[in-house]
């Protein structure tokens, strides 16, 4: 019998860091609580000088959402989406 | 055209991999590096709906980068910059506490154990230990604002305390690096713990919580592992 190669899932690749990873059991409310609620929160404005002459306007067009805030919209556009996938799953 | 940040890594991490990693728009994934640390960013256009697709691909980014990286902090959902000199000076302004982030979360992962209250029972509100009953004299003379700090202290301790786990705080020792807590005042679910433990640890992880989990008086649900998204560090300020 001829055999297969086994290839990893198309978008994967070997780790070369003994990471564990793949093992997933993920939810969305999992997900949700990791990605919306966890995390850097990069957030701010800055601005950048020398002598004080402003160099440098840092804008951030950051989103910063969490759940409790994208909850809180309720109706939003931003958050329609979400809510019409989850009452399909 | 906006740059979507997935994760701040340190410099040590395999840049020949990286370009097998592709954003959750489809385009490539590229470091922009300011000192000891790089974000990892990913082109993309205007600012990110949380539905769930982009949700979950979010995630699947994070934890391509987290293959590629031994020490990863995940960047919250949705986080846009609008050049690389913007995210240079950002990350400039925060190195110092990156820094410290990263060694704790180098060749880590995270577990998320969530304990729920068991059927029939009813999850009791987190109890302060007999230390507050002793401090509440001396509390009582002091000024309103001091009064007032040690309380928010106590409360704090108090969220971050969870005398639930404390049949696994044994095992868990010699592979728990780190625990954050969130209690939760409504419904069954009494607390979330998250743990930072080694990368090859999660079956260990596993077997312990196994074994023990019937002493934990709770209904025990883990997942993981995750990238560490809940051991970054606070940079609002």
């Known amino acids: 019998m001829r055999r297969h190669a086994r290839r990893n899932p198309p978008g994967t690749f070997k780790s070369p860091v003994p990471m564990g990873l793949d093992e997933v059991d993920v939810s969305l409310l999992d997900v949700i609580d990791h990605v919306l609620n966890q995390g850097i929160v990069l957030s701010g404005e800055l601005t950048l000088g020398v002598a004080d002459v402003d160099l440098i306007y840092v804008r951030l067009l950051a989103l910063v959402c969490s759940a409790d805030r994208a909850l809180s919209y309720g109706a939003a556009p931003a958050l329609s989406p979400l809510k019409a996938e989850r009452r399909r799953a | ?237």
Request: charged letters at 20%.
């Open chain 2, 1 to 237: 055209m906006s740059l979507c940040v997935y994760a701040i890594v340190g410099r040590r991490f395999n840049r020949r991999l990286l370009i097998r990693v592709n954003g959750a728009s489809g385009a490539r994934v590229r470091s922009v590096n300011a000192g000891a640390t790089s974000a990892l960013v990913a082109e993309c256009k205007g600012p990110l709906s949380p539905t769930v697709r982009a949700l979950r691909g979010h995630d699947a980014v994070v934890r391509r980068i987290a293959r590629v990286a031994p020490a990863v902090l995940p960047v919250r959902f949705g986080t846009l910059v609008d050049s690389d000199r913007s995210l240079v000076a950002l990350l400039d302004a925060w190195s110092d506490d990156l820094e410290k982030a990263l060694a704790l979360v180098d060749r880590h992962c995270q577990m998320t154990l969530r304990l729920f209250a068991l059927p029939g029972t009813t999850a009791p509100p987190a109890q302060s230990g007999p230390a507050d009953k002793a401090d509440e004299a001396p509390e009582a003379a002091a000024l309103p604002g001091t009064s007032y700090l040690a309380g928010r202290a106590r409360a704090h301790a108090v969220a971050q305390s969870a005398p639930e786990l404390e049949p696994l705080r044994e095992a868990f020792a010699p592979i728990v690096a780190s625990e954050r807590i969130a209690r939760h005042d409504q419904g069954p679910l009494v607390l979330t713990a998250y743990h930072l433990i080694p990368r090859g640890a999660v079956a260990t992880y596993r077997r312990l919580l196994r074994r023990h989990a019937a002493a934990l008086q709770h209904r025990a649900v883990v997942s993981g592992p995750w990238p560490p998204y809940a051991f970054v560090p606070e940079l609002r300020r």
